[in-house]
C-alpha cells in the first residue's frame, strides 16, 4: 500500500500565502516525478507544478513566479509555497507521484485532495 496525504489548505484573503504539503508513505520504494494539480468549481483538473527527483520544476502559466514547487527525498516529502494568491486559484490541489514500490511496481499515486479558497 502507498498513502498520499496532503495537508495545508484553507482560508486565505487575495495576496495571501500558503504553504501545502505532500507525504508520500508505504511500501514506497522510490518516488521518481512529483506533481500538484488542482481542480477549480466546474473545471477540469489541471496540472499546476511538477518536479522530478533531482529537483527539476515545470509550472503552468497561470502559477508561475507566484508558486514554488519542492521536495525533501529523504522526508519523501514535496512542498507547494503559494504567494500573492489570487481568487482564481480557488480549487482543490492534489498530489500526485509516481514511484516504484519494493516489489518494483511502477504507479502514480494521488492524494486525497486538500481545500484551498482564495476571498477578494
Given at each position: 500500500?502507498?498513502?498520499v496525504v496532503e495537508s495545508g489548505?484553507?482560508?486565505v484573503q487575495a495576496g495571501g500565502s500558503l504553504r501545502l504539503s505532500c507525504v508520500a508513505s508505504g511500501s514506497i520504494f522510490r518516488i521518481d516525478n512529483m506533481g500538484w494539480y488542482r481542480q477549480?468549481?466546474?473545471k477540469q483538473r489541471e496540472l499546476a507544478a511538477t518536479i522530478t527527483r533531482s529537483g527539476s520544476t515545470n509550472y503552468a502559466d497561470a502559477v508561475k513566479g507566484r508558486f514554488t514547487i519542492?521536495?525533501?527525498?529523504?522526508?519523501?516529502?514535496m512542498y507547494l509555497q503559494?504567494?500573492?494568491l489570487q481568487p482564481e486559484d480557488t480549487a482543490?490541489?492534489?498530489?500526485?507521484c509516481e514511484g516504484?514500490?519494493?516489489r518494483l511496481t511502477t504507479s502514480a499515486y494521488w492524494g486525497q485532495g486538500t481545500?484551498?479558497?482564495v476571498s477578494s
Open positions: 500500500q502507498v498513502h489548505g484553507g482560508s477549480g468549481p466546474g519542492s521536495r525533501d527525498n529523504d522526508k519523501n516529502t503559494m504567494s500573492s482543490v490541489y492534489y498530489c500526485k516504484v514500490t519494493f481545500q484551498v479558497t
